[in-house]
């Protein structure tokens, strides 16, 4: 049973940095597939960023130019940054991760993912 669990979550104001991590009880280099969602009562569980085994990253357009996810497999951890918060970063957020998938970016969207994290809430106050 692969358990991932979320940290980082905070109220912050707009135009600060969040960053939160994922620590994985799995060896994280096994699975090919890592990502980070935000879910809302408005938009439902959207996918932020993904990132793969060999390092191929992609964003929402919501974040693109503000954040980063990475992970570091000597850790067993994923990490999400955003810079530049906006009150529409609201919500919980998610780690996902699977060992086997067919593509891993934010269009192909939370189908798929066998390992899900509780998630960490974030507020951002204008």
């Known amino acids: 049973q692969v358990e991932l669990v979320e940290s980082g979550g905070e109220s912050v104001q707009a135009g600060g940095t969040l960053r939160l991590t994922c620590a994985s009880s799995?060896?994280?280099?096994?699975?090919?597939?890592m990502a980070w969602f935000r879910e809302t009562p408005e938009m439902g569980r959207v996918a932020i960023a993904t990132?793969?085994?060999?390092?191929?990253?992609t964003y929402a357009d919501s974040v693109k130019d503000r954040g980063a996810i990475w992970k570091d497999n000597a850790k067993n951890t994923l990490y999400l940054k955003i810079d530049n918060l906006k009150p529409e970063d609201t919500g919980v957020y998610t780690c996902?991760?699977?060992?086997?998938?067919?593509?891993?970016?934010?269009?192909?969207?939370?189908?798929?993912?066998?390992?899900w994290g509780q998630g960490t809430q974030v507020a951002v106050s204008s």
């Open positions: 996902a991760a699977e060992e086997v998938r067919a593509r891993c970016t934010v269009r192909a969207g939370s189908a798929g993912f066998g390992h």
């Open positions: 990132v793969t085994s060999d390092g191929f990253t």
């Open positions: 799995e060896d994280t280099y096994k699975f090919f597939c």
